[in-house]
């Protein structure tokens, strides 16, 4: 499975992107898919996590209410909506696919996309 992250980019603290997460090479309905952050100096920090078939999703406290993970799967894709962005939220976005239909642990996901850098300005 090959993963193709992209959305990201400069705006205002306030502001909204919402990021995808394409997969190729194989169907990836069953996999669970996170999408994890770092920031410069900041060691890879679980974001958003959405299961398989069933949908079941979970997020950082830091960006409940604010960001939300959803699948199309018909696409082979997952996206990332942001809205009321914060400048700590400045960091290169990476998503991943498990093997597992569902877990928020960086060290169980088997394939990752390369990365879209979010600058929020204040």
């Known amino acids: 499975v090959q993963l193709q992250a992209s959305g990201g980019g400069l705006v205002q603290a306030g502001g909204s992107l919402r990021l995808s997460c394409a997969a190729s090479?194989?169907?990836?309905?069953?996999?669970?898919v996170g999408w994890f952050r770092q920031a410069p100096g900041n060691e890879r920090e679980f974001v958003a996590a959405?299961?398989?078939?069933?949908?079941?999703?979970s997020y950082q406290d830091s960006v409940k209410g604010r960001f939300t993970i959803s699948r199309v799967n018909a696409k082979n894709t997952v996206y990332l909506q942001m809205n009321s962005l914060k400048p700590e939220d400045t960091a290169v976005y990476y998503c991943?696919?498990?093997?597992?239909?569902?877990?928020?642990?960086?060290?169980?996901?088997?394939?990752w996309g390369q990365g879209t850098q979010v600058t929020v300005s204040s």
């Open positions: 991943a696919a498990s093997f597992l239909a569902f877990t928020t642990m960086g060290s169980q996901y088997n394939y």
């Open positions: 090479g194989r169907t990836f309905s069953n996999y669970g």
């Open positions: 959405i299961g398989g078939i069933g949908g079941s999703t």
